[in-house]
């Protein structure tokens, strides 16, 4: 693999200190400003009711902190398996030149599996998460 | 304040004054927020033809968080009245507050028990738009007005933290009797009786209308069917059932108590014309009749149809005692909760072997049954709402409706009363796990009018502007099945012409509600454009209507024994211009949203009702067809000339919400359809019978000759005498069948009205179509339903 040398194909961009103090000062004086504005003129009047977390016009019920189901675990798994796959894929990339053509037919016969394993748990419905997952399995 | 108090120099003051003034009048923020009818109007005038962002007020925003002006559109019921005080107090300050419509100003023709009279009663409030609902118009007025009334504050003076200044809403609320008289006879009338005449409710003690003769009431031979189910009845089950004879409608039958749950059971799996449907359960309070005698204390009424012969049937079961019991229907048609514990909540009967009887219309802390004939009807007789009552009567706590074991974990959700998706009052309670839902309750009744105990009060033709309000967005398609039952109670001929216009208004109507549908739909799974799209359209209707009738919302136009007025020129012109352009748009709107892949993924297979269900349900309208069942009664008992007319009935047949969208989407095609013939075969002559006995006479009749005088005075004075007896119509209105039900006692008032909306029943479905979706199907699938609450709470 031959690095990119062609330089002065891109726009030449050179750091510079001071354009990012101007930046990140300006930002700060409007965002300082407007919240200041804001504070000032704004009324600030706290009650009980005004406190009281906001549930289409009804006082709450129960806790909103509470255990939250994670349905898109096997989701989650089936990125890893595949995502760590994958790395082979890269490590044959690497070195595909020096394989020769029986690494590209056995890195090829390792793709077309997980393509199959892919094929596979998607028509069982793994890749559904939640709700439509249920719904899937009871018709 | 004098100027020496201050530190701040004079000019410096005003100018900052001046500024923030600027600032805050133009950048108003109004709430998501409605009441009832006049919301319809609010949410116009953000669209196309109105554009309310011209005048600052750019979107209304969903959470009271972020808003800081409140346009209170619409009645203010007593039940959602400590809602609308939280929503006010979570608001961002300073804050101002517009009461909109007769309603939010003072109770407005709802002088009724559920009502509060006036906002103001426990909400400051800047500006009052007047109207019954306020056009768009008056929305923009009211706007102007708010905003030259915050020119006038004085808001630095609090910002640089000095005193004196004012800022956002100083008026101080109304208290009864001090600053604010319910005297339904208003200034210097003191004087005078407080309900005007001798004749009052409950008994209308002296009613002239006792020494006035009319003929009897219209009676129907019945048919082969309806005689076969009656005969067979009667030999299945012996003296337990008595037919009822003769009928102004269709066959009747009354039943002993200890067998209505057998006969019901008999009717509907048994009997050669199944009766499928529960179509309504009501009852009615005799206590206040003229021949107190020959009535028992209570009469259940049952309504049945059958989906194999289109007939319908009634079961009466008389009932004794103060507080009756009856056997439940639960285990029949799992409908009947809700209609059982309403007639448990209005009318005090209780129901062996109900699973939940409690109160369903009225709060729970409510005293009384309101449709008991001892009750008062009008909030004007009871006492007045107060603060105090609006921070004390919470609704229930979510946790009431939805039970939670040791240890268990669920998230219990409220959604609505006020939410955006919700289209209107109505609460759902839902129990989530993560996204999904578990389990779905409803609460409803923040909605409820009495405008079943206003019948009972108003004289016939003055019921009329109620029917309108009953489905706000339907107009004068909620007229007919009204008149329809009084006509056929009284044996009215209605003119040719006249029946046609009803047709015409009714189908012009659909689709204006259709298109509000299309574009809440389309809001809600994410598309804003369809809005102003169907908006556009919308209003082309509105002023087709208007021409016709004078009015947008509600015309009550339809008149017992016709319309009110003959067409006006160039309707034909403005109908077939609309005929001319709609079909396009209607493709323009498809093009938007039904090739749009997200739309399609957000409807199909969301939200299915099987079949049965919605038969077991009394689901009825689009829903229904949906399901792929196809019952329309405007062509299984047609009405006012239906069956002159070429259209046909779409259906599909999945049950989900896209088959919902496309059911309805096919209606707005053949609802053109039944326009353009309307607007072809218009009949010539009269648009209101000539037997002016219970009409109201034609003007220049009046004005020429004495009987229509007289006719005209009795009829617009104490009500036309309409023959002692009963009927019931139903119609095929927007979102599915409507029917009324009127009995008589010979007087100018209704004995008793009660109306049967469809969306009671097919809201009552939810936790069928929602339990097991996720959380944003719930608003999807609200969308699809297309319901409207005053029609479910009345």
């Given at each position: 693999m031959q690095p990119i040398a062609a330089t002065d194909m891109l726009s030449p961009w050179n750091p510079g200190v001071f354009s990012l103090v101007v930046y990140t000062a300006v930002v700060l004086v409007l965002v300082g400003l407007l919240l200041l504005i804001c504070a000032r003129i704004g009324k600030i009047n706290r009650t009980p009711e005004k406190s009281r977390p906001y549930e289409s016009g009804i006082i709450p019920t129960g806790d909103a902190r509470l255990r939250y189901p994670a349905p898109f675990f096997l989701v989650a798994i089936f990125f890893l398996i595949f995502d760590v796959e994958s790395a082979y894929i890269f490590a044959w990339a690497v070195a595909c030149i020096d394989l020769g053509w029986r690494g590209y037919l056995q890195i090829s016969f390792f793709i077309i599996v997980l393509l199959l394993g892919l094929v596979y748990v998607w028509a069982k419905g793994g890749l559904e998460w939640g709700p439509s997952l249920k719904k899937k399995i009871k018709n | 304040m004098t100027p020496k108090a201050s530190s701040l120099p004079g000019r410096f003051e005003g100018a900052a004054d001046t500024l923030i003034n600027w600032s805050r009048r133009n950048s108003l923020w109004p709430m998501f927020f409605g009441l009832s009818c006049c919301f319809v109007e609010e949410a116009t005038t953000f669209t196309s033809r109105y554009d309310i962002a011209r005048f600052g007020a750019e979107v209304l925003r969903p959470s009271p968080r972020q808003a800081d002006l409140l346009i209170v559109s619409g009645t203010v019921f007593k039940k959602i009245a400590p809602v609308v005080l939280r929503l006010y107090e979570q608001m961002a300050e300073p804050k101002w507050v517009i009461s909109m419509g007769s309603c939010a100003n003072s109770g407005g023709m709802y002088d009724?028990?559920?009502?509060?009279?006036?906002?103001?009663q426990f909400l400051p409030v800047d500006v009052y738009i007047p109207g019954c609902p306020p056009r768009p118009e008056a929305v923009l007025s009211g706007l102007l007005t708010l905003q030259e009334k915050i020119k006038s504050e004085k808001p630095a003076r609090a910002i640089f933290n000095l005193p004196g200044g004012t800022q956002g809403t100083q008026t101080p609320i109304r208290v009864d009797g001090q600053t604010k008289s319910r005297d339904p006879r208003g200034p210097g009338m003191a004087g005078t009786a407080i309900r005007g005449a001798s004749a009052t409710p409950v008994d209308f003690f002296d009613s002239r209308s006792d020494g006035m003769w009319t003929p009897p009431p219209a009676r129907v031979e019945l048919n082969e069917d309806e005689q076969a189910t009656v005969a067979l009845l009667q030999e299945r089950f012996g003296d337990a059932v008595q037919p009822v004879a003769p009928t102004s409608d269709y066959a009747t039958v009354q039943v002993t108590p200890k067998r209505v749950t057998d006969v019901l059971r008999f009717l509907k799996t048994e009997a050669p014309s199944r009766f499928q449907r529960l179509d309504d359960l009501t009852a009615v309070d005799e206590s206040a009749r003229r021949n107190r005698q020959h009535y028992p204390d209570f009469t259940l009424v049952y309504h049945l149809l059958s989906y194999d012969t289109a007939d319908r049937l009634r079961v009466k079961v008389p009932l004794t005692g103060d507080a009756p019991r009856a056997d439940s229907v639960t285990a029949i048609w799992p409908s009947a909760d809700w209609y059982e514990r309403e007639v448990f909540d209005l009318l005090g009967i209780r129901f062996n072997g109900h699973p939940n009887l409690r109160r369903i219309i009225m709060p729970d802390h409510w005293q009384g049954h309101p449709l008991q004939k001892v009750y008062p009807g009008r909030a004007t007789d009871l006492p007045p709402y107060t603060l105090d009552d609006a921070q004390n009567k919470q609704p229930l706590d979510g946790g009431i409706y939805i039970r939670r074991d040791e240890g268990e974990e669920k998230l219990i959700l409220n959604i609505g009363p006020h939410h955006v998706s919700t289209h209107g009052l109505i609460r759902y309670i839902a129990a989530l796990d993560g996204e999904e839902i578990t389990d779905l309750k409803m609460e409803i009744g923040y909605h409820h009018r009495g405008v079943e105990k206003i019948a009972e009060r108003q004289t016939w033709h003055q019921f009329i502007p109620y029917t309108d309000r009953v489905d706000y967005l339907a107009g004068a398609a909620n007229n007919l099945p009204y008149v329809l039952a009084v006509e056929k109670l009284a044996g009215i001929e209605v003119p040719a012409r006249a029946q046609v216009i009803r047709v015409l208004l009714s189908e012009l109507f659909r689709l204006s509600n259709h298109l509000v549908w299309f574009a809440t739909l389309a809001h809600d799974v994410g598309a804003m454009t369809p809005n102003f799209y169907t908006f556009r359209e919308r209003e082309i209707i509105l002023d087709i209507v208007e021409l016709i009738t004078g009015g947008r919302l509600h015309p009550s136009w339809l008149r017992i024994g016709g319309v009110a007025a003959d067409l006006p020129d160039g309707w034909q012109t403005a109908i077939e211009k609309f005929v001319a352009i709609f079909p396009r748009r209607l493709d323009e709107y498809e093009a938007l949203v039904r090739r749009n892949p997200i739309f399609k993924m957000r409807l199909q297979g969301i939200g299915r009702l099987r079949a049965q269900d919605a038969v077991d349900w009394g689901v009825t309208g689009p829903n229904l067809r949906a399901c792929g069942i196809a019952w329309d009664l405007r062509k299984k008992r047609p009405y006012s000339g239906y069956e002159k007319f070429d259209f046909e009935v779409p259906t599909a047949t999945e049950g989900d919400c896209y088959a919902r969208y496309r059911v309805r989407v096919e209606e707005m095609r053949q609802s053109i359809r039944i326009i353009e013939q309307a607007v072809q075969n218009m009949p010539p002559g009269r648009y209101v019978t000539e037997d002016y006995r219970y009409a109201v006479p034609k003007r220049p009749d009046m004005l020429r000759d004495i009987e229509s005088l007289i006719h005209h005075f009795v009829n617009v004075t104490r009500g036309p005498k309409i023959p002692r007896g009963q009927a019931h119509a139903a119609c095929e209105i927007p979102r599915g069948e409507q029917g009324y039900y009127v009995i008589s006692d010979?007087?100018?008032?209704?004995?008793r009205t009660r109306v049967r909306g469809p969306g009671f029943a097919n809201v009552q479905v939810m936790p069928l179509l929602a339990v097991g979706e996720s959380i944003a199907d719930l608003i999807a699938i609200i969308g699809s339903v297309d319901y409207i609450l005053p029609d479910i709470d009345r």
């Open positions: - | 009724v028990y559920s009502v509060v009279q006036g906002v103001d010979g007087l100018g008032y209704s004995y």
